[in-house]
């Protein structure tokens, strides 16, 4: 088995940081998205996709998309489990990963492709939405403030794998978009120093 | 247990069809978005997220995200399966899934809300967007041609969790945003009349 990977974004990054909290080590290659490596062909043959993270099985199947692999990873590893135990567990899990996906990183995401100077040739960016996404990104802040007054964890007791796409998300956009994580949002900013103090957080 | 639905909106329908396939029948006590039912008050003390559907459990549980109902439907009637049975089943059907809702549903979803009459009180609506996101609903139409060419189902040989977030999108969406699923793509359109004719498609 393998791992392509890359160093920087985001979504590579959860499943760096799915693995260590497993104790799971896979050989990594990397593809450097910042240089294009992804688009290369001797890259497209092994990932048609061309996506990163993948993981490559030894037959040469591939998996792409980063929460398939980890719940590949998950069904292979159960324990610690990431995606919850019981039936409702894991459903409440599933609902926070989603609500985290699609009400915050998906605003987040947004709102960089459509405004950041980098993003310029990847993207037509539409400023228009670009700054409505900053404002639903800044309002799904301010109700995660709620949430993490109510349970220590994004899904409730536990840590699971919604934390880890919550963390990885307010641990690269933000600044980007000129978005702080600080004393406005006490509890997510105590939240936020909890999780980046585990050692899955060096992945 | 009993199961807030909507009769027109596609992600109600998704729970819907998923419910039929397994055979599992769950009292519905509907809400109707389009007369705004789901902003009450009265709804909000029983789902604090108002987003319709929602699962309650006996005990007043309740949850949200239609995905998140279906796993929790899964794992209650494993069989048949619409996740997937081995590890790597299970990761195919969830990389299915995840393209289908990020590369398909969405595009469809924002060139909707963000151009059509109907959806101009709810949305900040950006043209420029909805222009952008229906010519990325069309690239993904085309590929999913492709895709359907080398397997009779969105994941793979079975049909999956993945055929329904694909049929409600594209059930729903393409007629709202001028898009026609017709004979220049022959086999999203056998794919999708394939679908069409299953009793859960009535649901």
Known sequence: MKLYDDAIAPTPRRVR?????KGVDIPRVP???GKGEHLAESYAT??????VP???LDDGTVISESVA??????ALHPEPNLFGSTALEQARVEMWQRRMEFELLLPFANAFRHSHPKMAALENQVPAYAAAQKQLAEQRLAMLEGDLARHPFIAGDKFSIADITAFTT???FPRLVGIAIDERVPQV???FDRI??????AA
Chains 1, 2 share one sequence.
């Open 69 to 74: 692999i980890c719940r590949y990873i998950e």
């Open 46 to 51: 092994r990932v048609p996709s061309r996506r």
């Open 196 to 201: 980046a103090a585990r050692p899955s957080a």
């Open 17 to 21: 940081m799915f693995l260590a909290e």
């Open 54 to 56: 993948a993981l490559e």
């Open 31 to 33: 593809v450097t998205i």
């Open 170 to 172: 307010l641990a690269f």
């Open 189 to 191: 900013k105590q939240w």
